[in-house]
């Protein structure tokens, strides 16, 4: 079956703009997370989407915000660039339930902010 | 979730045996031991998970102590593809937090000829 899919794969942004990043989970799997990924600080949770519903959230400023749709397709947007928002996004998806041994992740969303 | 500690760099020759190791001391009798791997640029990929047997799929095998304070992950024949970052995470199994997962710096293992 088809992987998780991330668009656009690389994008160049100015500072002060904001972006949208898209995000097709695996088919049947409910719950979307993201993460980001900087040299700097690693691999970090930003939020999670379950049922059209955010279910968690990491500690990331409200810059950053994201949604889910009925078809479980999510996005997730950053508002007002800053330079330190250049990063790799990864999406995630798994069932969602207690049991997930495993999330699925996506290639990323590599993006640069000049 | 507890605390991991994972040594910063492994080597290991192909067609060896690759064996990561993972301190986790403070793990609590609910807390799971997963492992993924990143390899440059790409997403992590989950390799497995465990509560306390030892753990075996296609992929890799997964040995935790009696005491359950550390875990060694497995690679029975690595090749030059398995050269990734290995992540070590304990976390609860919940629902709520199922998505949360705090990835520590990982071990950097190269796979060489």
């Known amino acids: 079956k088809a992987g998780v899919t991330q668009t656009p794969r690389y994008l160049i942004k100015t500072r002060g703009q904001q972006v949208t990043l898209s995000c097709s989970p695996i088919?049947?799997?409910?719950?979307v997370s993201w993460y980001q990924q900087t040299p700097g600080q690693g691999l970090q949770f930003l939020f999670e989407y379950f049922s059209e519903t955010q279910r968690n959230k990491g500690n990331f400023p409200g810059r950053f915000s994201g949604r889910q749709f009925s078809n479980s397709r999510s996005e997730m947007n950053v508002s007002t660039l800053e330079l330190g928002d250049s990063a790799l996004y990864l999406c995630a998806s798994s069932l969602g339930t207690r049991y997930t041994g495993e999330l699925f992740f996506g290639e990323g969303s590599r993006l640069t902010v000049l | 979730d507890a605390k991991t500690t994972q040594p910063t760099s492994m080597d290991c020759a192909e067609g060896r045996a690759a064996n990561l190791p993972c301190n986790h001391s403070t793990i609590s009798g609910n807390e799971y031991v997963y492992w993924y791997r990143q390899i440059h640029s790409q997403g992590p990929q989950y390799i497995i998970h465990?509560?306390?047997n030892n753990e075996t799929n296609e992929m890799a095998s997964l040995i935790i102590t009696e005491d359950r304070k550390s875990s060694t992950l497995i690679l029975p024949h690595a090749t030059l593809r398995d050269t990734a970052v290995y992540y070590c995470?304990?976390?609860?199994?919940?629902?709520?937090?199922?998505?949360?997962?705090?990835f520590g710096t990982g071990t950097r293992l190269q796979v060489t000829l």
């Open positions: 995470i304990v976390r609860v199994q919940n629902t709520g937090t199922a998505s949360k997962l705090t």
């Open positions: 465990g509560l306390k």
């Open positions: 088919s049947g799997h409910r719950s």
